[in-house]
């Protein structure tokens, strides 16, 4: 199940990379169309199917919409911005989960930017792994899978009601809380990777950091102990080290060192400053 928001023809892109899956008899795709008043469509896609969940704008909404369209034991959640092999599913369950796995965490690979042609953004969130699953894996206690790869049992997403669906982020790291609270597990499965196409542009990148340092404040006021901000003044100091490494860095000609010297600083301060923000759709498009 996957939410989308763009253009038809991006639309029309992801159609298409998903009906490259290969998929088992009771097997479906549904594409949750998240636009204003977006509304359920025909697709020349055999078990492909676009929905319109236009009603509130969240992705968390769409994936909600997007599962109560089916009925298989597994939903198996990507995101838009992800390429997935043909044979994801056969990856996931190649090994049986456990009795009380609620949770499958695949793999996400950030796309290979080379340093010829990459833009900076796409470069440094390359390097950084950015969206690697192993992130939000290290914390035992806080552990999560990011649901632009991820599997959850329909027993478990239920027994916990589903997606928050009222926030733009944090929504996955919730669900994966309320799904271990309730008694189930997480397991992981590197082998089930996606390829994640990076922001193109350094200014979109640390958008997307704020919104979601806005969702890791939300967390940790639902989730006393999660995703603790760090202290400003210590924060400070480190971005202007970062800075000069950078600095240094560039005269010297290491163009990757310099990107991570000193885009670092401006990436994190986006993600603290982002905690200041409402986790909240705006209001013209929150209805």
């Given at each position: 199940m996957l939410p989308f928001r763009g253009s038809d023809e991006q639309l029309r892109g992801v159609v298409e990379r998903l009906s490259a899956l290969e998929l088992l008899p009771g097997d479906s795709v549904t594409?949750?169309?998240?636009?204003?008043?977006?509304?359920?469509?025909?697709?020349?896609r055999a078990r492909v199917r676009v929905i319109g969940a236009g009603e509130r704008q969240t992705s968390y909404h769409a994936r909600n919409r997007g599962v109560a369209e089916g009925s298989a034991p597994w939903l198996v959640f990507l995101d838009a911005d992800v390429v997935p092999p043909p044979d994801l599913l056969d990856r996931y369950f190649a090994r049986a989960p456990a009795e009380r796995t609620g949770v499958l965490a695949g793999a996400?690979?950030?796309?290979?930017?080379?340093?010829?042609?990459?833009?900076?953004?796409?470069?440094?969130?390359?390097?950084?792994?950015?969206?690697?699953?192993?992130?939000?894996?290290?914390?035992?206690?806080?552990?999560?899978?990011?649901?632009?790869?991820?599997?959850?049992?329909r027993a478990a997403f239920d027994q916990v009601g589903g997606f928050e669906e009222r926030v733009r982020s944090g929504g996955d790291a919730d669900l994966c809380f309320r799904v271990r609270a309730a008694g189930w597990?997480?397991?992981?499965?590197?082998?089930?990777?996606?390829?994640?196409?990076?922001?193109?542009?350094?200014?979109?990148?640390?958008?997307?950091?704020?919104?979601h340092g806005a969702g890791a404040a939300w967390l940790a006021?639902?989730?006393?102990?999660?995703?603790?901000?760090?202290?400003?003044?210590?924060?400070?100091?480190?971005?202007?080290?970062?800075?000069?490494?950078?600095?240094?860095?560039?005269?010297?000609?290491?163009?990757?060192?310099?990107?991570?010297?000193?885009?670092?600083?401006p990436a994190v301060w986006a993600f603290e400053l982002g905690r200041l923000i409402p986790n909240r759709p705006p209001p013209r498009l929150g209805r």
């Open positions: 594409i949750a169309d998240n636009r204003p008043g977006a509304a359920d469509r025909p697709v020349d996400v690979v950030d796309e290979q930017a080379t340093a010829s042609a990459a833009t900076a953004a796409a470069r440094y969130a390359w390097l950084k792994s950015s969206m690697s699953q192993e992130i939000t894996l290290a914390d035992d206690d806080w552990a999560f899978a990011q649901t632009a790869n991820a599997a959850v049992r597990e997480l397991e992981r499965r590197e082998e089930a990777a996606v390829v994640h196409r990076n922001r193109q542009t350094v200014p979109r990148m640390l958008a997307q950091r704020a919104r006021q639902r989730w006393p102990g999660a995703l603790p901000r760090r202290r400003w003044p210590g924060l400070a100091w480190w971005s202007v080290r970062r800075a000069a490494s950078g600095m240094f860095a560039l005269v010297r000609g290491d163009r990757d060192a310099a990107l991570l010297g000193l885009l670092d600083g």
